[in-house]
């Protein structure tokens, strides 16, 4: 494709350097954005008297009908182009000559693939909020089903004291909401209009640049022509939200897979979600879990490659910014591929409620109820603690748990001992009293769902 720069050169680029420049491979995505872009701009121009009315409006019909021409596969993307701004460009000037050649009159492309990139983003966040609501739900809906189902939480993943699976969702889904809250914050800090920074330095003629950020919804132009060209912080910052996103999946995803195991047996995925091994006939395995795992530390790279890319970066516009779009597009390919499989995953997994019952029956997971029962009897927590400690190395010795020492073994610690502490360290009992607020009887986790519902609601009213 001939260079439209070609006017200061006397020799054609050579062939490998066009191909290593050449961006339009992984920006062709945004060619609806950028037509988007330029047909806010070519009405700008009309407009303010800077092109004729007649050739804006020209214009503005050609890229659409270049638009439409792209959608319904009649025009295909040439891949010798530079990029997809020269590649529009050049087919609006091979339909329509010098009408065409008007479109990019104060502006440079500096300024508009920050614009483009920017409306790529603003519409990749909204449909990435819609997975994250819906995993949300998924979470509340499996929790509404799981208040009273007993299963043992865990520090340093030693059995520590009974919650439900409910809770445990719940934990998850809180973690979910923030990471919504924080690609509403990119969002929102992202959404200023980069056109009319032009190359860099703004431009002699008399353009409108709140009309164009009203043409394109941005709440305003970006105020500094310098920072429009030269600001990928949007892109660092989704990147980040997309990471921290991508962690939470991977914590859950690592505990699913524990779930899975012959040793805990806690949950069993759907086989349309697992997969089988090429020589174990008895194996079903939790690859998307792993996988999703994995490309979790695919997208923090990703966050590493943008701010490693930007930090040595003079003002304003360099090459190095166009690798940009690799890093955060394949951080979005990624995270949605993730989330689109993750939900049913989860939605479709079958509990096995007896084996965690049974494991939180095991590990002594109510010692902590137990110096309870004697501090809420009157004797300091530190001296229920020894009693207690004293009283599971016994159990252990004999095979024992706490519900099955006899009472006089009990007494010979403390008379304090009755017969009720077999009803304060009963699991059901130690669930249910653990009622404090963002705990996990049921009642309290009851409350988690309504405020997580609400808070739902809230997001989906604000976008
Ligand atoms: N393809 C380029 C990028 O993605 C577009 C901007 C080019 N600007 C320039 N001055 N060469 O960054």
Not at 173 to 199: I, K, V
Request: glycine share 6%; with cysteine; net charge negative.
């Amino acid at each position: 494709m001939a260079k439209m720069w070609a006017g200061r050169f006397s020799k054609e680029v050579d062939e490998t350097v066009n191909a290593f420049n050449s961006s339009i491979s992984f920006d062709g995505r945004m060619y609806r954005q950028d037509i988007q872009g330029s047909i806010a701009h070519a009405e700008m121009l009309g407009r303010c008297g800077i092109i004729s009315v007649e050739d804006s409006k020209q214009i503005q019909a050609g890229l659409k009908e270049i638009l439409c021409d792209i959608e319904e596969g009649k025009l295909e993307l040439d891949m010798t182009a530079e990029d997809i701004h020269m590649f529009v460009e050049a087919e609006l000037t091979k339909r329509y000559g010098d009408v065409g050649k008007r479109l990019h009159t104060s502006r440079s492309r500096n300024d508009q693939v920050a614009l483009d990139i920017r409306l790529y983003l603003r519409e990749e966040i909204v449909e990435i909020k819609k997975f994250v609501v819906e995993l949300i739900k998924t979470l509340c809906d499996i929790a509404s089903e799981n208040l009273d189902t007993v299963m043992p939480g865990y520090t340093h993943l030693q059995r520590a004291q009974p919650i439900t699976f409910a809770h445990h969702m719940m934990a998850y889904a809180q973690m979910l909401l923030r990471d919504l809250a924080r690609l509403s914050d990119t969002s929102d800090r992202m959404n200023f209009n980069p056109l009319g920074s032009c190359a860099l330095a703004g431009t002699t003629y008399p353009i409108d640049r709140q009309l164009t950020s009203q043409l394109l919804g941005f709440e305003g132009p970006v105020v500094n022509s310098l920072d429009g060209v030269s600001d990928r912080d949007f892109c660092v910052e989704l990147a980040c939200a997309l990471s921290l996103l991508m962690t939470h999946l991977s914590r859950f995803s690592e505990e699913i897979i524990m779930w899975c195991s012959w040793e805990f047996k806690f949950i069993e995925l759907d086989d349309a979600y697992a997969t089988g091994s090429s020589i174990m006939p008895q194996k079903k395995n939790p690859d998307i879990t792993e996988l999703i795992r994995g490309k979790t530390g695919r997208v923090t790279g990703d966050l590493v490659t943008l701010l490693s890319m930007l930090k040595g970066l003079p003002l304003a516009y360099n090459k190095d910014m166009q690798e940009d779009k690799e890093a955060i597009f394949d951080a979005i390919d990624n995270v949605k591929l993730c989330l689109k499989t993750f939900i049913p995953m989860i939605r479709t997994m079958r509990l096995n409620k007896e084996n965690m019952r049974q494991a939180a029956a095991r590990g002594f997971i109510n010692a902590t109820d137990c110096a309870d029962y004697l501090v809420k009897k009157g004797m300091p927590f530190r001296d229920a603690y020894k009693i207690t400690g004293q009283l599971v190395a016994l159990c252990i010795s004999r095979s024992l748990t706490l519900e099955t020492l006899p009472l006089d073994e009990y007494k010979q610690y403390t008379d304090i001992f009755d017969e009720d502490v077999y009803t304060a360290i009963n699991l059901e009992t130690c669930v249910n009293q653990r009622n404090s607020e963002g705990g996990p009887s049921p009642s309290a986790v009851k409350v988690q769902i309504e405020k997580t519902l609400e808070q739902l609601k809230k997001v989906e009213a604000d976008d």
